[in-house]
């Protein structure tokens, strides 16, 4: 749920940071939000070079979890744990590997943890290795469009792979090239039950699947690869690639991407256009026009902007060692658009066996020096400018184990690793949140007025072709003018996000909305100036005690109010055995706001004095009477400096003796 800045029980010293140019915090994930974390997984390994290798599960997760990995089709099943920030390895027997091409097979291998966790697979063999990001159950879709690579070895195949997440699932299938006695282009049908996987492929030259259409009745998990592929065609030597497919309305317009590192001849990208009419452009140039289910491959040497005016799927592949003379081989890895960007990831390498450890960091210019690695700042130095697209990127050469990595905006994180004719990558996670259904996105109110130190929220709403409200989309704000600030909030259930900030200067601004390139409509604010406040808040207890079943005093709620510059702080100063609690409010309110007092030890006595400040920097330390009768503030206070001059009272009250018996009585 995200963190909403506009409410809170504020704490004293949290006005100087709100007044200021302000910004969203990052929000963990939502019921709304949809991406790569989950507690649901049914996955696979398609088939690599042999099985002379190894099968191995990467589960990270935020919070402390358990949960249990199981292979039903070949008995196999074993528990986990995860620490939070540590990669927590299991290793898979490798029968669960695929191994018949047009045939169902039990060779589902299912995840499950109490809370969520990300799930990374790693196919390795001696100079023959790759690995994917797994996508929970929870955002797999119906219909996909396959992106792998072509046949260059006869008869070493290009390849998919299905996994069904329930039972009598029908899968149909229209495989963009011929493959396992079913011809190019015409559907045909597979029926699946839980667990059960299906592997497609096609051993000629030149054969590729890329542009497979695979739709069902029930969602479903689809892969995209080959057994063992030289990239770019032509070169030597090859290597097994694997990513796991997205659903087609995850895909976007618009990429950033830095280069590998120590590759000196650049690195192959393939693009996968998802309808027809598909105009795609790399820094700036035109490079292809696609119809659906055709892809564009080039080579792109440092970083790129990568563009198209409909959804698209982008993969980076390391090339073949021989393309540069650089220990390695190839990779798949696939690219999201910046809009399904995150804010933390924590990943992993393999635990040995590769020489050299490298995670990309794409950036927004904003987050610059902000980015941590494993508890410390990457210097602004480490990054540059990927053109004129407002992000920056980073190549930063990491330890053999567990990474964590966060920031203050989204940012894209892509982990690989070479070795002697050997190499692995994989993206640390993504939203996948429905972006490509987006075409509208409306910020209301219009226009609107503030005070400066006080806060303005806007609301944006996340709309389809149909004005039908996409939830779990992230909205990306920008405000500019007089006051700066930008952030972003997960649209929830209604498709609505809100962004609040703080102005600090007089005059005009204007903030916009976006999801991706997708933006709303400008709203404009009129921040005006303060007037002089020097009259502090006030402090009333009002004469509603709170008595529990007994008829002992157990409580009592104060009323705290700056009709002047607002409320900005409600702190405690002292308490002995009680407990406050402020209700929400928001910065610069004139209203009356609720503090209430609970006593802890109903056998001793109580005091408390908190500490009221305005906008203005006004404050009272109110410390009431509370012994019996109703009292005011017992502070005098002067207007110049708003400190309290006055001695307070005994408080003969208050705490939650048990929540059900308080009772209210005058």
Not at 54 to 77: D, Y
Request: charged share 10%.
């Amino acid at each position: 749920m995200s963190r909403n800045l506009m409410k809170g029980r504020l704490r004293a010293g949290m006005l100087a940071a709100l007044v200021g140019a302000a910004s969203l915090s990052i929000p963990s994930r939502s019921l709304a939000a949809a991406d790569s974390r989950g507690t649901d997984f049914w996955l696979a390994f398609t088939q690599n070079y042999d099985t002379s290798g190894a099968l191995t599960l990467f589960i990270a997760g935020s919070t402390a979890t358990s949960g249990t990995v199981a292979a039903p089709g070949i008995g196999f099943s074993t528990t986990f744990t995860v620490a939070p920030g540590v990669v927590t390895s299991v290793a898979i027997p490798m029968s669960a590997m695929l191994s018949a091409n047009g045939t169902a097979q039990n060779l589902g291998i299912h995840v499950t943890a109490a809370e969520e966790v990300t799930v990374y697979g790693l196919n390795r063999r001696s100079a023959s290795t790759d690995a994917f990001l797994g996508l929970p159950n929870d955002i797999l879709g119906t219909e996909y469009l396959v992106l792998g690579y072509p046949t260059t070895i006869d008869g070493i195949p290009t390849e998919l792979g299905i996994v069904a997440i329930a039972d009598a699932t029908t899968v149909t299938i229209t495989p963009s090239v011929a493959a396992a006695g079913h011809a190019a282009g015409v559907p045909y049908t597979v029926l699946l039950n839980q667990g059960q996987t299906y592997e497609l492929q096609n051993g000629t030259l030149g054969a590729d699947l890329s542009g497979t259409l695979v739709a069902s009745d029930k969602a479903v998990a689809v892969y995209g690869g080959n057994k063992c592929t030289d990239i770019p065609v032509n070169t030597f030597a090859c290597d097994y690639v694997v990513e796991q497919i997205p659903p087609l309305e995850t895909w976007g317009k618009k990429f950033v991407t830095m280069p590998l590192a120590t590759r000196t001849a650049g690195d192959t990208f393939r693009f996968l256009a998802s309808v027809d009419a598909t105009q795609v452009s790399v820094n700036g140039a035109v490079v292809a026009t696609l119809g659906r289910g055709q892809v564009y491959e080039s080579m792109i040497s440092g970083p790129a902007v990568i563009e198209a005016n409909e959804p698209i799927l982008v993969a980076q592949y390391s090339n073949s060692s021989s393309v540069d003379g650089v220990t390695s081989d190839p990779f798949m890895m696939l690219i999201p658009p910046y809009e399904q960007f995150l804010g933390d990831y924590t990943v992993s390498t393999p635990a040995s066996g590769f020489a050299t450890n490298f995670i990309n960091v794409v950036a927004p210019a904003a987050a610059v020096g902000q980015v941590v690695l494993d508890g410390a700042n990457i210097p602004a130095a480490s990054f540059t400018a990927i053109g004129a697209s407002g992000f920056s990127g980073a190549q930063l050469p990491v330890a053999l184990g567990s990474h964590h990595l966060s920031a203050t905006l989204p940012f894209g994180a892509f982990v690989y690793g070479f070795d002697s004719y050997d190499s692995y990558g994989y993206p640390g996670g993504m939203s996948l949140a429905p972006v490509a259904r987006v075409t509208k996105v409306e910020l209301t109110p219009p226009s609107g007025t503030a005070q400066v130190g006080t806060q303005y929220c806007v609301t944006a709403k996340v709309l389809d072709q149909n004005n039908a409200a996409l939830p779990g989309v992230r909205v990306d704000f920008l405000a500019s003018g007089a006051n700066t600030a930008s952030g972003f909030a997960i649209a929830d259930a209604g498709g609505t996000a809100q962004f609040c900030y703080a102005g600090s200067n007089a005059g005009d601004d204007s903030i916009v909305a976006s999801v991706g390139t997708i933006t709303s409509n400008a709203v404009a604010v009129t921040w005006t100036a303060l007037a002089q406040d020097k009259t502090p808040p006030t402090c009333k207890v009002p004469t509603n005690y709170l008595y529990n079943g007994d008829g002992v005093r157990v409580g009592v709620t104060a009323t705290v109010q700056d009709t002047g510059s607002g409320l900005a702080s409600v702190a405690t100063v002292s308490v002995t055995n009680v407990k406050s609690v402020t209700a929400d409010f928001a910065v610069g309110t004139t209203e009356p706001v609720t503090v209430t007092f609970l006593k802890d030890d109903l056998t001793k006595g109580s005091r408390f004095t908190i500490r009221i400040t305005d906008v203005q920097g006004n404050h009272l330390d109110c410390d009431p009477a509370m012994s019996g009768d109703v009292a005011e503030g017992s502070a005098g206070t002067s207007p110049s400096t708003g400190c309290s001059q006055g001695a307070g009272g005994l408080l003969g009250l208050i705490g939650l003796a048990a929540v059900g018996l308080l009772r209210r009585r005058r």
